[in-house]
């Protein structure tokens, strides 16, 4: 289960915004750099408080486990990306 975690965050960071893979060509565009810096601050201080929010007993464990759920939910919606209520 770590490791298809482990796999999909790191397909799902391999993108720049805008499409663009990871290359040392991509760094040179100042804009995309620095919104890569504020996905990973971000992802930083929403990983430090839902730590912190783990660390509140029985409640803050609840609270781990809906986001996690919701999170792999968000993941399966993205890679199979299923149409509801399609016409047939």
């Known amino acids: 289960m770590v490791a298809a975690c ?38 930083f201080i929403g990983a430090l408080i839902v730590g912190l929010i783990g660390l509140i007993p029985v409640l803050g464990w609840i609270f781990v486990f809906a986001l996690t759920l919701a999170g792999a939910g968000a993941i399966t919606t993205r890679i199979f990306r299923p149409t509801f209520f399609a016409p047939v």
């Not at 990871?22 to 565009?29: H, K, P, V, Y």
Request: proline share 3%; charged share 25%.
């Open 6 to 43: 482990g796999g999909a965050g790191s397909w799902g960071i391999d993108r720049f915004p805008g499409g663009k893979t990871i290359t040392l060509d991509a760094f040179a565009d100042i804009e995309i750099a620095t919104r890569v810096v504020e996905r990973v601050a971000a992802a």
